[in-house]
């Protein structure tokens, strides 16, 4: 199969949804004349015009308002957020308007939009322009939260939002931009709520989240050499939350590290280890272990980034200490 | 109202353990109809309605092991009010249950509440600590911070079961006999266990063998057999047992602690082998039925032995028991005493054998009996003269009749 990059692979899908349907349209900021923060839309405004490639004042909480407006009246908006960290300023559109028209509205209203952000950790960009909050927003009912970490689950995953009848929060990682894997050229839909085993293994369980599967699968390339079988299950969206897959995968393994880049404290890691516990309590051999960033603002130093973020020997650090006496 | 007990299936058993309720309470039952399924000590039963009526009230849920003769369940009218004694009862046996869960918690719970040494073991640990019946306080924890895993239950586990080999009382310094596989004792093995171990320790076991010249006895076999349908060895040699027991009745008791009672009815519990393990069908009044009725009685009891469909009539109340290892190409075996009995019979195959009759060197069928007593209850030469009685009546099968 060809390969192609989580970039590439996502604007594959963004460039098909344009082809196919009129009603879909693209808003954010730079996303037209300068061809995108990340050039994920270059050269996307010259192809489909200013209409649907819509650049837009920096306005965080306009852009996804306007997206709503526009869902509401029956178009099919992709905005984007260029840093995740910017989404504080557009939270009341997208936790108290997106998220609760539909239910407020009893099902009349509809607000299909696929927000489109991205997070910079480990690129130098400092604490305003590197956070991962997905935590924020998978606490929201109403809103689905989608965490890519492969070109394959990138184009799947988005071509399963652009069906969605409801807001979906789709979070890209600027260091898996460059990251290459198999893509299929046809469509196809990865569904929500279907968590992905990207390795299987005996030992140990690793529910790893965006950036972190990768770390996860160098960990078990190391920890393999030495005889223990990791597996690596890939939850690909959050909310919802595929906690079947992980149960079972625990109830095999009888142990669990939980590795992402979100601050520890109120993390998706804590949230599934919860569930964990209420589910296959019996099955644990050892203490649910969480791999997470420190609960401090990212350091902008590159050196101290380094320190901060989790990675693959921090993983097999952790994984090592339930298992050695 | 009705009280549904337990029934004794066996004169050893002494518990049984509900499968399952066939009926829920308030359900409407008629008389005969099934009520429950109970696992006695060697086979699961039914117990069915004694009254018509409604299932008023179920004391003990499925899974729950009640001693025999203990109530389970009413049953009444529909506005008949359960007695004040029954109440009474019902309400002593929720306290006993009460008392027994606080008395049982804290043992649980010790490994956690002991705040000098506690016990730290994985959720798993426990869990598999529990099943196996292992305390959790004896294992030495091998995980961080010397907690109990999976593993270190599992070693525990493993070192139980080599306990009564010979590998773990090994002399120091010789390796443990590796163990390929560890079985658990079914309900029926861990019984046959139980009763022989004790008959083992109980019984003085003595041993008589006598070889039985058996021409006669197959020239009449074809004689009966050609008017009548195939007639089993083993039916003539039930019959001559029973025949012989009558004037030995000795042989037909049991030992309960200073006395020694003889049973009445002389029935012959007969041993087959099965896939579940050994059971022993009952042929009653032996004594009193013909071979045909022996021969054809046998056969019923063999089938269902194998279809696992003998009631708790046709295994209980046996009084004396043949064990026939013929069929094995066995050509004697000293069997062990079925408890609570006296004695049991032992049947090797029929051999052609040279033998000695009137200084001559002839070639007979012949078959080796060997009976194995309580020597406690009886002495060997009426063990002796016992056993001649029953060569007597299958060397001259005629008499039988």
């Known amino acids: ?325 | 109202m009705h009280k549904i007990i337990i029934p004794r299936f066996d004169p050893a058993m002494k518990t049984g353990r509900i499968i399952k309720w066939l009926k829920s309470e308030g359900e409407t039952v008629n008389k005969g109809e099934p009520l429950l399924i109970v696992e006695g000590e060697k086979t699961v039963f039914e117990v069915e309605a004694p009254a018509n009526g409604i299932l008023k009230k179920i004391l003990y849920q499925a899974g729950s092991e009640v001693e025999v003769l203990k109530p389970i369940a009413l049953i009444g009218e529909a506005n008949e009010p359960i007695p004040q004694e029954l109440i009474e009862e019902i309400e002593e046996k929720v306290k006993s249950e009460i008392k027994a869960e606080i008395i049982e918690k804290p043992k649980i719970e010790k490994p956690f509440i002991k705040t000098v040494e506690r016990v730290k073991a994985s959720p798993l640990a426990k869990k598999l600590a529990e099943e196996y019946g292992i305390n959790i306080e004896e294992i030495k924890g091998t995980g961080p911070g010397g907690r109990i895993t999976k593993e270190d239950v599992l070693n525990a586990i493993k070192k139980a079961s080599l306990k009564p080999t010979f590998a773990e009382a090994s002399i120091s310094g010789l390796k443990p006999i590796p163990i390929a596989k560890t079985i658990p004792l079914s309900r029926i093995r861990k019984t046959i266990a139980e009763r022989l171990v004790y008959s083992l320790h109980k019984a003085a076991s003595t041993t008589i063998i006598t070889s039985v010249n058996l021409e006669n006895l197959l020239k009449y076999r074809e004689e009966i057999k050609s008017s009548l349908s195939e007639v089993s060895l083993t039916a003539f040699i039930v019959k001559a047992t029973a025949k012989a027991l009558e004037a030995h009745p000795i042989f037909n008791s049991t030992l309960n602690e200073e006395e020694i009672k003889i049973f009445e009815d002389i029935n012959i519990a007969l041993a087959i082998h099965t896939e579940d393990g050994l059971v022993t069908p009952v042929i009653k009044n032996a004594n009193k039925k013909s071979i045909i009725e022996i021969s054809n009685e046998i056969k019923e009891l063999t089938n269902k032995a194998f279809q696992r469909k003998l009631s708790i009539d046709e295994l209980t109340g046996g009084t004396f028991t043949i064990t026939n290892l013929g069929a094995y190409d066995v050509e004697l075996f000293i069997p062990i005493i079925n408890p609570p009995q006296t004695g049991i019979l032992g049947v090797g195959k029929i051999e052609k054998k040279p033998i000695v009759i009137n200084d001559q060197i002839l070639i007979k069928p012949t078959v080796a009996l060997t009976l194995v007593f309580d020597h406690r209850v009886v002495d060997g030469v009426p063990a002796v003269k016992f056993l001649q009685e029953i060569k007597h009546f299958l060397e001259d099968p005629k008499e039988l009749n």
């Open chain 1, 1 to 325: 199969m060809r390969e192609l990059t989580y970039a590439e692979a996502i604007r594959e899908a963004l460039r098909n949804a344009l082809i196919k349907n009129p009603k879909v349209f693209l808003i954010g900021e730079d996303i037209g004349a300068y061809g995108g923060a990340f050039k994920i839309t270059n050269g996307f405004l010259e192809e489909f015009g200013p209409e649907r490639v819509r650049d837009t004042p920096i306005s965080e909480a306009a852009i996804v308002g306007a997206a709503i407006g526009a869902a509401l009246m029956g178009l099919k908006p992709i905005a984007e957020i260029m840093y995740m960290d910017f989404i504080p300023i557009c939270l009341e559109q997208l936790a108290n308007q997106a998220a609760k028209i539909r239910f407020m509205s009893g099902g009349k209203l509809k607000v299909p939009i696929i927000v489109r952000t991205q997070y910079s950790l480990g690129r130098a960009h400092g604490a305003q322009h590197s956070q991962f909050l997905p935590a924020w927003f998978f606490q929201v009912p109403g809103l689905k939260v989608v965490l890519p970490s492969t070109p394959y689950d990138a184009k799947g995953l988005l071509n399963q939002a652009l069906k969605e009848e409801n807001p979906v929060l789709y979070i890209e990682c600027s260091l898996l931009y460059r990251v290459k894997g198999p893509v299929p050229e046809e469509e196809y839909s990865i569904p929500f709520g279907k968590a992905d085993i990207k390795k299987e293994g005996e030992d140990v369980t690793v529910v790893a989240i965006s950036r972190m599967v990768h770390e996860a699968l160098a960990a078990a390339k190391t920890l393999e050499e030495n005889g223990l079988s990791v597996e690596v299950i890939d939850p690909r969206t959050i909310q919802p939350l595929d906690i079947e897959t992980i149960v079972n995968s625990v109830k095999k393994t009888g142990r669990v590290v939980i590795a992402e880049d979100d601050h520890k404290t109120g993390g998706i890691g804590a949230e599934i280890a919860a569930s964990i516990i209420e589910n296959a309590f019996d099955y644990l051999d050892a203490p649910i272990t969480r791999v997470a960033s420190p609960d401090i603002p990212i350091p902008f130093s590159p050196q101290l980034e380094l320190e901060y973020m989790p990675n693959k020997n921090k993983l097999i650090q952790a994984i090592n200490s339930i298992f050695k006496g």
